[in-house]
């Protein structure tokens, strides 16, 4: 199974941002980001297939989240703009499976390997 760390969340100012990242995310796998609250379901945040070509978005964050991975360090980097207090959760990097696609659809069964996540908090 794939070891994933997320690390760069903290705390920030409504309009602020924040760049998340995910080490181990290597480039046989398609990653996404999720993000829970407590008390609500894991959404879906954003995702990127192995090879690039499939970057997905919730609407929830379309225009201010961007996606990327930078294959020689084996990383994916949520970068987050224009924050909103609603964005405020527990943010996780899961993994596919091995040279699997995914389609980006970010169900989280597809998802087997899992980060412990990194907290977001988006107050004044």
């Known amino acids: 199974q794939l070891q994933l760390v997320e690390s760069g969340g903290g705390l920030v100012q409504p309009g602020g941002s924040l760049r998340l990242s995910c080490a181990g995310a290597?480039?046989?796998?398609?990653i996404a980001w999720f993000r829970q609250v407590p008390g609500k379901e894991r959404e879906g945040v954003s995702c990127?297939?192995?090879?690039?070509?499939?970057?997905k978005y919730a609407d929830s964050v379309k225009g201010r989240f961007t996606i990327s991975r930078d294959t020689t360090k084996n990383t994916v980097y949520l970068q987050m703009n224009s924050l909103k207090s609603e964005d405020t959760a527990v943010y996780h990097c899961?993994?596919?499976?091995?040279?699997?696609?995914?389609?980006?659809?970010?169900?989280?069964?597809?998802?087997?390997?899992w980060g412990q996540g990194t907290q977001v908090t988006v107050s004044s």
């Open positions: 899961a993994a596919g499976g091995p040279l699997v696609s995914t389609l980006c659809d970010m169900l989280e069964y597809n998802f087997r390997s």
């Open positions: 290597g480039f046989l796998y398609d």
């Open positions: 990127i297939s192995r090879g690039g070509r499939i970057i």
